[in-house]
Every structure is written in structure tokens, then in C-alpha cells.
């Protein structure tokens, strides 16, 4: 059984760098056949997707344009984790941040889910 | 950014059959990706609920069933039940944004 255990602070400055680690257990973040993901929930933009890590013989990430800048994710093998940073952050990124794993495949689907992790963008 | 649209909320009896919809484009579901659905309970994270169209985990009911047609896709709960109050969602893959991940803008299911 895969479990997702999030860690981070719930409360980031404006401008500073928002950082949360996700703890993988029951798999592996060298996984060749699973992406490793960071997903986002706010009333304001609903569940929006902000990119993946995988390994194929080296490391990969995809980021969605509308981040690509701000977002990097990162893994960590030593510990069997990853890593969201997302920098320069504004009130607007104000969210339930949750980590997900996908099986490799452009239309792969997010089947297991840390619990979620509330950031407040406030100084 | 590109968008899935669902109805903000739909509502019926215990037993009744309900259907949420979610609409795309071109570039997302009419482009023939797998759709799937969450489903999501106050305070949790999204469960899958139905992948690749119409496939469900183990353990997830078989009165929920998942659709598509053209540009969009839907999910039919049939017998609802009052566990079924939940959040749903749908999500597809994005050829048009460098390869996004897109949710639907979600649905709230009331059991009434």
C-alpha cells in the first residue's frame, strides 16, 4: 500500500519561497512507471495541477506553463521523498497543497494522495 | 488557461439516478484522452473513483459509471446513496499547455 506523508510549513510571507516535502512509503521515487506530483486547492482556482518529477533512465520534470518559472520539484532518493518549491509567492497562492502519485503515461491518473497541507500566504 | 466545466451542483433522493457532466474541447477530452473522476469528501484529499473512462478501483461501487461523447464526458452515480455527498471532479490530460493536467471545476452532489 502506498502512502503519501506531507510535511512543511502552513504559513509563508509574501515574496518568500513556499517548500513541502512528500514522504513516499510502499514505492519508490526512482520508480520507472510512476510521476510524482504537486496538485493544488483553493476556493478561487479550484484543483490545479503544478507539475511532476519521474525517472526513465534519468530525471525528468514536466511543469504547466502557467508555473514554469516559479515551480521546481525535485526528489530526493536518499530519503525516498520530493519536494515542491514555489518561489515569490503572493497571497494568491494561498492553498491546500497536496502531493500525488500518477502512473506513468500522459493520461495517467492521480491514484494515491498525501493528506494535504494548508499554506497561508500572509505576512 | 484551458478549462473543463462542470455543473456547480446537482441534487437527488436516495436511490435516484443522477448525472454530472464535464465539458472540454479539442485539446482535451475531443482529443480522446482518458477522462477520470474524483470523488472528494469534506476535509480529504480526492479519491480516484473512476479512471480511463469508465474503470474503477477496487473497492469503488459499481453504481458509478463514467461516459464520454465528442468534447465531453459524464459521470452517472445510479441507486444514489446518503454516503455519496461529496465533491466530484473530473480531469483529463491538455495537449494545448505544455502537457497540463486540467480538473474540471468540480461538482457538489447533495443527497436530499
Known amino acids: 500500500q502506498v502512502q503519501l506523508q506531507q510535511s512543511g510549513p502552513g504559513l509563508v510571507k509574501p515574496s518568500q519561497t513556499l517548500s513541502l516535502t512528500c514522504a513516499i512509503s510502499?514505492?519508490?521515487?526512482?520508480?520507472?512507471?510512476?510521476?510524482w506530483n504537486w496538485i493544488r486547492q483553493s476556493p478561487s482556482r479550484g484543483l490545479e495541477w503544478l507539475g511532476r518529477t519521474y525517472y526513465k533512465s534519468k530525471w525528468y520534470d514536466d511543469l504547466p506553463i502557467y508555473v514554469k518559472g516559479r515551480v521546481t520539484i525535485s526528489p530526493d532518493t536518499s530519503k525516498n521523498q520530493f519536494s515542491l518549491h514555489l518561489n515569490s509567492v503572493t497571497p494568491e497562492d494561498t492553498a491546500v497543497y497536496y502531493c500525488a502519485r500518477s502512473i506513468m503515461g500522459a493520461a495517467g491518473y492521480f491514484d494515491y494522495w498525501g493528506q494535504g497541507t494548508l499554506v497561508t500566504v500572509s505576512s | 488557461q484551458s478549462v473543463l466545466t462542470q455543473p456547480p451542483s446537482v441534487s437527488g433522493a436516495p436511490g435516484q439516478r443522477v448525472t454530472i457532466s464535464c465539458t472540454g474541447g479539442?485539446?482535451?477530452?475531443?482529443?480522446?484522452?482518458?477522462v477520470h473522476w474524483y470523488q472528494q469528501l469534506p476535509g480529504t484529499a480526492p479519491k480516484i473513483l473512476i479512471y480511463?473512462?469508465?474503470n474503477r478501483p477496487s473497492g469503488v461501487p459499481d453504481r458509478f459509471s463514467g461516459s464520454t461523447s465528442g468534447t465531453s464526458a459524464s459521470l452517472v452515480i445510479t441507486g444514489l446513496q446518503a454516503e455519496d455527498e461529496a465533491d466530484y471532479y473530473c480531469q483529463a490530460y491538455d495537449n494545448n499547455l505544455s502537457g497540463s493536467r486540467l480538473f474540471g471545476t468540480g461538482t457538489k452532489v447533495t443527497v436530499l
Open positions: 479539442s485539446s482535451n477530452i475531443g482529443a480522446g484522452y482518458d
Open positions: 480511463g473512462h469508465n
Open positions: 510502499g514505492d519508490s521515487v526512482s520508480s520507472n512507471t510512476a510521476a
